[in-house]
């Protein structure tokens, strides 16, 4: 009786350390030679990113993989990575000769024997099948590549930012609300990932502000009709449309950051500039054309001081 208990409680602190055995960074499992056994045993499949920290494609990856971890959140995947500069043992197991290396490791447990059973005999439990992920490296592929092979289906998240290709769809909402509009191209890294990237981000934190957050791909539908309205020749470019009881107010920023776009919606000075949309009905103004008068910067200055004052109602 004595023997069963004490294997029972040593089966137990291996569970424990199984389960809280982790180390966790924005939702992805951190992996290293000691632990890397343990957390592959702790679910039934484990995409893993075997990168190295000086690989400028392995740093690339990361936002994708981060939101990986959120898509695949409390299910049966897990999201992990382990640096195989520091972790040479597992690396030279799984053959890892390049950077970034993706496998999908699933898992089958045999069956249990019965009590009392040896502690080295834990290992020989499992089955581990190992499959290599190989082509474009977005979250679109990674998503069908995991559904494929596991069945798991991504958990997206509610999207705070509006993707519109559709002028009329666009005319009904932009219209009647305060708009961020951004026009992008897909190939542009910093908007690639519609889920995980910042403009995403900032609709989230600036919800509240009663400002709805746009995005519209220069590639699909019939935008060229929107481009050529507000007069778009570089991508990213941001649209600002701001309003009040008389007013509307159209601006324009060119120089795309994060920090930018903070400041615009702060009501601060990020290089923006006012311009008036062509063949526009929805401002107070009568003059259809852009104003591009570097001259006129006393008008300028008493049209932003509008704007940020606006912008605290």
């Not at 080295?120 to 977005?138: P, T």
């Not at 020749?233 to 994060?258: G, W």
Request: net charge negative.
């Amino acid at each position: 009786m004595k023997n069963k208990m004490r294997w029972f409680v040593l089966l137990l602190l291996l569970l424990v350390k199984l389960v809280f055995g982790k180390k966790l960074e924005n939702g992805i499992i951190l992996a290293t030679d000691k632990t890397f056994e343990s957390i592959i045993k702790n679910t039934s499949f484990s995409f893993i990113d075997f990168y190295s920290p000086n690989c400028r494609y392995c740093q690339q990856l990361y936002p994708d993989w981060e939101l990986l971890a959120k898509l695949y959140n409390n299910t049966d995947l897990q999201i992990v990575q382990i640096d195989c500069l520091e972790n040479k043992k597992i690396r030279a197991k799984y053959g890892i000769n390049s950077f970034p290396t993706l496998k999908l490791l699933s898992l089958s447990k045999q069956e249990v024997p019965a009590f009392p059973i040896a502690m080295d005999m834990v290992e020989n439990l499992y089955e581990v099948g190992n499959i290599d992920f190989v082509g474009e490296r977005n979250i679109e592929k990674f998503v069908s590549f995991l559904d494929h092979h596991t069945g798991i289906i991504a958990k997206y998240p509610n999207l705070k930012v509006l993707q519109i290709d559709d002028p009329i769809e666009f005319n009904k909402i932009f219209k009647n609300s305060n708009c961020l509009v951004l026009f992008y191209a897909p190939w542009i890294d910093d908007f690639k990932n519609r889920y995980n990237n910042y403009y995403e981000k900032l609709a989230k934190k600036y919800h509240h502000q009663n400002v709805i957050f746009i995005m519209v791909d220069i590639t699909r539908g019939k935008v060229s009709e929107l481009a050529t309205r507000f007069t778009i020749a570089n991508y990213p470019t941001i649209v600002y449309h701001l309003q009040n009881n008389t007013h509307n107010f159209f601006y324009k920023l060119i120089d795309i950051s994060e920090e930018n776009i903070i400041k615009l919606l702060d009501g601060k000075d990020a290089g923006q500039y006012e311009f008036f949309p062509k063949n526009d009905n929805t401002h107070s103004f009568q003059n259809e054309q852009e104003n591009d008068d570097d001259d006129d910067d006393e008008s300028y200055d008493n049209e932003f001081e509008e704007y940020a004052k606006l912008r605290e109602l």
